[in-house]
T-cell receptor, first 115, second 115 residues
Framework: ETGVTQTPRHLVMGMTNKKSLKCEQH?????MYWYKQSAKKPLELMFV???????ENNSVPSRFSPECPNSSHLFLHLHTLQPEDSALYLC??????????????FGPGTRLTVT | AQKVTQAQTEISVVEKEDVTLDCVYE???????LFWYKQPPSGELVFLIR??????QNEISGRYSWNFQKSTSSFNFTITASQVVDSAVYFC????????????FGGGTRLMVKP
């Protein structure tokens, strides 16, 4: 496989469920990102990992818990979500080096519906 | 603080028309990077261009062209002879040298190209 892949593509879960979103990048990048895209809202950066260390957490509720076991894989663990958490969750990866900002490559997203 | 404004929320054109998508940005960084992404109905954001603040040359890639003007803090995107396949949401994004790879996205412009 090439690029950035995400599974599952669609997920419906109840508010009491626990589920995980998975992202994998095959581009040799060293940084990975989670974004949330809700209807009629700008893309919101949730978490950033660089060299497997979390470098950004944009005041995201604790019901979202990221995990980056290595530079190619990123997870988003979900528990006790609210209906307003229904959105498209996008994963991205890029190179990260000091003094420069490189383009991010995005996966197809997971469409999450919380019932 | 960084900000990206895409004032046009929706544009509708007829095939073969030229169309320009506006992007205005705000940043205090002296070095920064600007990006455009395309999001077709499938949901995946597709990288189109990356431009650094020291390079004000306009760029052309096939039917796509970009006009970067620091004096007006704008980075506009023109599609020449639009096609139905150009229908998508287009996002402009900014990353400052103090923000690493963290992108600030505009709200997006939905482009509809009718046959």
């Amino acid at each position: 496989e090439t690029g950035v892949t995400q599974t599952p593509r669609h997920l419906v879960m109840g508010m009491t469920n626990k589920k995980s979103l998975k992202c994998e990048q095959h581009l040799g990048h060293n940084a990975m990102y989670w974004y949330k895209q809700s209807a009629k809202k700008p893309l919101e950066l949730m978490f950033v990992y660089s060299l497997e260390e979390r470098v950004e957490n944009n005041s995201v509720p604790s019901r979202f818990s990221p995990e980056c076991p290595n530079s190619s894989h990123l997870f988003l663990h979900l528990h006790t979500l609210q209906p307003e958490d229904s959105a498209l969750y996008l994963c991205a990866s890029s190179q990260d080096s000091p003094g420069a900002s490189y383009e991010q490559y995005f996966g197809p997203g997971t469409r999450l519906t919380v019932t | 603080a960084q900000k990206v404004t895409q004032a046009q929320t929706e544009i509708s054109v007829v095939e073969k028309e030229d169309v320009t998508l506006d992007c205005v940005y705000e940043t205090r960084d002296t070095t920064y990077y600007l990006f455009w992404y395309k999001q077709p109905p499938s949901g995946e954001l597709v990288f189109l261009i990356r431009r650094n603040s020291f390079d004000e040359q306009n760029e052309i890639s096939g039917r796509y062209s970009w006009n970067f003007q620091k004096s007006t803090s704008s980075f506009n995107f023109t599609i020449t002879a639009s096609q139905v396949v150009d229908s998508a949401v287009y996002f402009c994004a900014l990353s400052g040298d103090n923000a690493g790879n963290m992108l600030t996205f505009g709200g997006g412009t939905r482009l509809m190209v009718k046959p």
